[in-house]
């Protein structure tokens, strides 16, 4: 009971490093398959427009495609009868298989893709310039729209990781229609809301009118606060709080199977 308790950054580690070699066999062959993919779209790309932010476009693509399919496989043995039993009877809590599983998902993911997309836009647009003398502009991992897809990767497979926790099979589509499914609700909801609080109020409106009313500014001041307080939250929302719900379902989730 006592490793319920505490958080060994060192067993995080191991548990990281023992899925990553376990799975080794699986991820080289996907690796190799997406890089000769990347290599022929590069080549192809080179050939023809030469678009300078190909690395780019191609990196984002990669890591959400590439994430969200890492993250729906990444509680196979969970599910499993007999690995299920023995990765649940490994020595560390559930916190530290919770958090390994989140950090190999997340930062090592992130982290080492970059690193070996930024080494395979050297060798493709080496192989460009050979053959063609043209060459796109090299991966940055530091381009701020990388980071910025980065996070927005982080915040967007946090659901995922919940689906991959539940769902035994056709974790990927599962997730993506409960999330659809989930939205329209939402949506609905608030429209419903927008109808009860404003409706009334706009009714009859048109902008040429709206703007030539004489109490057009203490109309507009509280909605465009409304408006501004809504884009806060939703920001809160996706970017902090579903991020730590997900986490959370997904340790208790966890918690629960072991028991």
Known sequence: MKVERFLDPARV????RNAVVLN???LFVIA?????VLLLISLVDAFGPCRPNLHTVLYLNLLFLGGLFLTSRIYRELHDPVLGIAWLLLPASILEKTLARVLLTTAVFIVGSMVLYFLL???S???NTLLFNRRHALFSPFDTVVLKGALAYTAIQAPFLVGAVYFRKHTLSKTVLVLLGFSLLLGLGVL???RLLFWNHATGWDIATLIHRADFH???RPLSNVGRAAA???KALFWVVLPLVSYTICYFRLRETER
């Open 218 to 220: 203490a109309v507009w």
């Open 125 to 127: 647009e080496g192989i």
């Open 232 to 234: 806060f939250t939703a």
């Open 13 to 16: 580690w191991l548990l990281i």
């Open 32 to 36: 190799a398959a997406a890089a000769g």
């Open 24 to 26: 080794r066999s699986s």
């Open 121 to 123: 836009s050297i060798v």
């Open 192 to 194: 419903v809301a927008a």
